[in-house]
């Protein structure tokens, strides 16, 4: 039901995530915000259990938040995701697993940008586009056709803008609203929401 | 202990510690008297450094953990009191011996009010509108009884300036071993050295 996606450029990486909180069949919000910085220059995108992305997210963002205090400078993106994973693995073989799906975003001042992919198996990826949800099926063969590593923002955004249209005409379920968020050297920018229109 | 003193201003808080000359072939960048613990919330000390580092650790970690669990930045009054419980925890029970510091803290709650706290090894702790820890204390903390008037702290280099000349009355080799740390309200914390704050 929940979609996520990332996309890496030359000097950026781009997220959108979707802004639905549902249960069962009801729409109880349709601005959730499923994106959690942890730290100037990385986003997390969470999304699956109720309860378990809130809970997940924000432990990892305490910590992260932590070791900038004790360190004196912040994690890397490598690093975060990294730790990310640890934390979920090491949950999943305990009586109370994170039944949680990331996408983890950053911009490194060495390493540029960087995207990884995490699943609830806690599974790690770096990729240069990822997807979660349902919504993955019908975007990820267009990523594939239409992705060049050299990419502009603007054009990112028109390549997002290609995924969330498929969406819109091939996904069974309605999903009205997108949050969209770029992350360079500069650190994390909001973009303007998507919100794609026409009959279904 | 080495000098510390710590001034509320109205729209900045100031801590400045008097920076022990190092030995010749010592890296000076691992001696460091004054430490964040939050973005909003920062904290000096006088005594044992090791002490210090554990209390200071542990501070750290409540400062997230109440971001987690209350959503909300700690007030500074909070953190003192969970610092100045643990010390107190420590001279009564299980046979442990005291926290060899006393610490100045600093910072701004979320309301915007300037504050300053001041604790010991017993684990009293109380609020100061200024106040000095150290070797000398008491010749600081008369200096300033003297000089902290309204007019003293009306701008933020004013507040700079008693705390760099309160330094000054015990500190022996003059500025260069003073190492200040600034929190503006609203503003992440700064550590310096007096020249470049003061025009």
Redesign the interface.
Known sequence: MEYLIGIQGQDFVLVAADNIAANSIIQMKQDQDKMFKLSDKILLLCVGEAGDTVQFA??IQ??I??YK??N?YELSPKAAANFTRKNLADYLRSRTPYHVNLLLAGFDETDGPGLYYMDHLSALAKAPFAAHGYGAYLTLSILDRYYRPDLTRDEAVDLLKKCIEELNKRFILNLPSFSVRLIDKEGIHDLEKLMPVGAK | GDHCVGIRGTDIVVLGVEKKSVAKLQEERTVRKICALDDHVCMAFAGLTADARIVINRARVECQSHRLTVEDPVTVEYITRHIATLKQRYTQSNGRRPFGISALIVGFDYDGTPRLYQTDPSGTYHAWKANAIGRSAKTVREFLEKNYTDEAIATDNEAIKLAIKALLEVVQSGGKNIDLAVIRRNQPLKVTSPKSLVV
């Open positions: 924000e432990y305490k910590n938040q932590l205090m004790r004196g």
